[in-house]
């Protein structure tokens, strides 16, 4: 079976983020790059199924300028037979429906029995895309899955979606989109001989022409980024641990009013 | 009707609003109403219809449905959509949970308009909503405006100022006579967690972590002790739960659970930039450390420098001599 995995160049977690001269943007000077963390889980989960049935072949699609190329590249090195490049300026600003739009436009081509995504991409934090993609395609969805398995004639899976207090867990007719939960699997790291093959592997640039789609005009738009409001400076509580610790709950109730 | 600012209701699963609501009606009435409910259930008590009066709905939009339950999206979506279209409201709210969080991106989707996700803070500008996100995982602001009404935005629990209950307000119950999509999606079961006896780490007042000074799985009783005296959610820190310490639903952090509580107490939690993106936004951020070089004394309004496992009983006792009286 043919899976398509969407997946984002985002700045690494420990990365400090900056905002840029255009108050819209971030300043991307500096930033260390890598494939959003829940992402990993989407690939290393289509990877597993395709491994487990002996064949098929797994897609790897991106939004992104030129740079997202590398994380097409670490798809690849994982193990992802090719990869799809959506890169149009066009799209620079493109919100979750506008991406949603454009990765539907690409699995009308593409033609796949299952999309996978992360939960969220780890920039933005609106968590989405893979919703919305399947409300566009008028698949069924499950999201923030923990577990998930494609029965023998790949006409369903299986998924345990997580819910507050516990797991839900649904068979959904395929065609469907799922969207991957961190404890679905543990991802695995490019061998060498992945990152060399990776470099031979095809990655096809599209533009937003390409994909015939409709409307790039965003729904939602950035107006202007801010930083953090700065916290009140804090203090450090002396003495002994029961001087401290009765100092510190009165301090909680009468000054913070926070129990 | 039309122009109103309508409020998706998340409940219990046996008929009651959440309390989380009362911060989405309370904000609503703060943008200036009309403030409506719209209520997708199999099952609203006379008690939930008329808690959600008291909270400041004027009108209840109720499509009760045993096909309605569990949420999918497919069964959800098109008779929301019916009604958003037929009765043209200028805003739709809800509160960020598992399943509205997906409602409300697919509603988007099949009206076409824009989502803003994980708000916390909303402001009419004129006669635009404008929305402001955490992004990054909570590094920077972003405010954000729609291009077109309905605005779609989901609410972050415990930031917004919640409405106060009145006794005398009543909602008008309008009962929605819809037709319910036949599902494709089966359940098959529900598996429960072990429920520790404590809230939910995202709906948590008051939220406690332990970090990698924990030491091991072991240690986490005295924390569920705390949480059991202060009504407290136990959570734990990434670097916890890679190692296999705690089950990755109690991870807070980036790739974990973005919490907002008004307390926050990290115990051993050494406040690496990931962690700190997950629950900056606490109102009162205490921490408890052996390093005064951790860096989450640098966004403490309180810290104590000391080995946690003398902290620990000694606060829990505090607590509970504090909450006894």
Known sequence: MKILVAVKQVPDTATQVKISSDPKAIDTAGITWIVSPYDEFAIEEALRIKEKRGQGEVVAVTLGPDRAKETLRSALAMGCDRAIHVNDPALANADTMTTARALAAVVKQEAPQLVLCGRQAIDDDAGAVGAQLAEVLGWPCASWIMEETIDADAKTVRVGRQVEGGLEVFDIPLPAVLSAQKGLNEPRYPTLKGIMGAKKKEIKDVKASDLGLSSITPELSITALEALPARPPGRIIPGDVKDAVKELVRSLREDAKAI | ?325
């Open chain 2, 1 to 325: 009707m039309a122009g109103a600012i309508w409020c998706v209701v998340e409940d219990d699963r046996k008929g009651t609003p959440k309390k989380v609501m009362s911060e989405v009606l309370g904000e609503a009435a703060r943008l200036g109403g009309p403030v409506e409910a719209v209520w997708l259930t199999d099952k609203a008590t006379d008690d939930g219809l008329k808690q959600l009066g008291a909270w400041g709905a004027t009108k209840v939009w109720l499509l009760e449905n045993a096909g309605l339950a569990p949420y999918r999206g497919e069964t959800w979506v098109p008779p929301f959509a019916e009604l958003v279209a037929k009765e043209s409201p200028k805003a739709v709210l809800a509160p960020v949970t598992s399943r509205l969080r997906e409602l409300m991106a697919r509603l988007a989707a099949k009206l076409g308009v824009g989502l803003a996700a994980d708000t916390v803070a909303l402001a009419m500008n004129g006669d635009k909503l404008v929305a402001t996100r955490p992004i990054y995982a909570g590094k920077l602001l972003s405010k954000v405006t729609w291009a077109k009404q309905p605005w779609l935005a989901t609410l972050r629990p415990n930031v917004f100022k919640p409405a106060e209950a009145q006794a005398g307000k009543a909602a008008s119950v309008e009962r929605v006579s819809a037709t319910i999509p036949s599902p494709q999606m089966k359940l098959v079961e529900r598996r429960e967690e072990a429920s520790t006896g404590l809230p939910e780490l995202t709906e948590a007042e008051i939220v406690i972590s332990g970090g990698r000074g924990m030491k091991g799985p072991e240690n986490y009783v005295i924390l569920e002790e705390m949480g059991g005296v202060i009504g407290a959610a136990v959570g734990a820190s990434r670097a916890a739960v890679d190692a296999g310490w705690r089950p990755h639903r109690f991870q807070i952090g980036q790739t974990g659970r973005t919490i907002s509580p008004k307390l926050y107490l990290g115990f051993g939690v050494s406040g690496a930039i990931q962690h700190l993106a997950g629950m900056r936004t606490s109102k009162v951020i205490v921490a408890v450390n052996k390093d005064p070089e951790a860096p989450i004394f640098k966004i403490a309004d309180y810290g104590i420098v000391a080995d946690l496992f003398e902290v620990v009983p000694e606060l829990t006792k505090e607590f509970k001599r504090l909450l006894e009286k």
